[in-house]
């Protein structure tokens, strides 16, 4: 499954942007699927995850509240709402789909996208 993500940009803070992320096939829909980001200089970063039904969400305490995940099956496409943007907000954010829930962890996915750089003007 190939994932192509979209919707980065520049934002100031406070301001709010939707990630987009599509998958190549139908079987995205089988796939549990997740959000991470890396900031320069950090580690890749957990942000939020969704079952393959879209049934149940999880997200890392850094994000909750602010972030939300969901998913459209018939679209082949999942997103990340985000809200409330901060300037350490600012990284790379990657999509990524994986066979168990909720998975923290990067080896735990099986495929990834490209990335969509966020910056957030302070």
């Known amino acids: 499954v190939q994932l192509q993500a979209s919707g980065g940009g520049l934002v100031q803070t406070g301001g709010s942007l939707r990630l987009s992320c599509a998958a190549s096939?139908?079987?995205?829909?089988?796939?549990?699927m997740g959000w991470f980001r890396q900031a320069p200089g950090k580690e890749r970063e957990f942000l939020a995850a969704i079952k393959w039904s879209g049934s149940s969400t999880y997200y890392a305490d850094s994000v909750k509240g602010r972030f939300t995940i969901s998913r459209d099956n018939a679209k082949n496409t999942v997103y990340l709402q985000m809200n409330t943007l901060k300037p350490e907000d600012t990284a790379v954010y990657y999509c990524?789909?994986?066979?168990?829930?909720?998975?923290?962890?990067?080896?735990?996915?099986?495929?990834w996208g490209q990335g969509t750089l966020v910056t957030v003007s302070s």
């Open positions: 096939r139908r079987t995205f829909a089988s796939y549990n």
């Open positions: 990524a789909g994986a066979r168990t829930y909720p998975a923290t962890a990067q080896p735990d996915y099986a495929f």
